[in-house]
């Protein structure tokens, strides 16, 4: 079993606004929403790292944007 953490975390109320909508929106816990959130970032980060470029793309008009990551 994997060991679980407790840590407190402060949020501005439009923060939580965002993380309550992400919740209800996915049908998954406050928690839950973070912990992809990290994955995500965790993600990104690594193959921002090996010099890849993360970006959107509009389907229709195939207009591209590049996120940039400070």
């Known amino acids: ?6 840590m407190t ?3 501005t109320d439009a923060e939580m606004r965002v993380l309550d909508e992400l919740s209800v929106r ?3 816990t406050k928690t839950a929403v ?5 994955r995500l970032y965790q993600t990104i980060d690594a193959r921002v790292d090996k010099g890849e470029k ?5 389907e229709a008009t195939k207009e591209k944007a590049e996120l940039m990551l400070l």
């Open 9 to 11: 975390l402060n949020l």
């Open 34 to 38: 973070l912990r992809q959130a990290l």
């Open 26 to 28: 996915k049908d998954i």
């Open 1 to 6: 079993m994997v060991a679980k953490r407790t």
């Open 54 to 58: 993360l970006l959107f793309e509009n």
